[in-house]
């Protein structure tokens, strides 16, 4: 069992960053690939960032391409977002995802490719 604790959301203009953490605990030796999904209200829940465990290969979603940097500390066992140039769609609650398994090359984006989830950060920018 693999337990995920998000923070760092808030409240931030447009064109402003925040960091995203996300903590991880329990058999998380099992965690191949972690990866930050959000779904604002009405909305399905969408891939944002995904990086493998074992040689940090990662994937974004075109539209956080260039802006959102995801990072790991797997010594500290926490997940990054860093997000700048932050757009006011991009509103929405921010989840922690983790994939215990045997993991390919790829590090997919896909929810189904996930098998472990955090409670969310609210993340809200205005204009």
């Known amino acids: 069992q693999v337990q995920l604790v998000e923070s760092g959301g808030g409240s931030v203009q447009a064109g402003g960053s925040l960091r995203l953490s996300c903590r991880a605990s329990?058999?998380?030796?099992?965690?191949?690939?972690m990866g930050w999904f959000r779904q604002a209200p009405g909305k399905e829940r969408e891939g944002v960032a995904a990086?493998?465990?074992?040689?940090?290969?990662?994937t974004y979603a075109d539209s956080v391409k260039g802006r959102f940097t995801i990072s790991q500390d797997n010594a500290e066992k926490t997940l990054y977002l860093l997000m700048n140039s932050l757009k006011p769609e991009d509103t929405a609650m921010y989840y922690c995802?983790?994939?215990?398994?045997?993991?390919?090359?790829?590090?997919?984006?896909?929810?189904?490719?996930?098998?472990?989830w955090g409670q969310g950060t609210q993340v809200t920018v205005s204009s």
């Open positions: 990086i493998r465990t074992t040689g940090s290969l990662t």
């Open positions: 329990g058999y998380t030796s099992s965690i191949c690939r």
């Open positions: 995802a983790a994939f215990r398994g045997i993991c390919g090359w790829s590090v997919p984006l896909t929810r189904n490719n996930y098998n472990s």
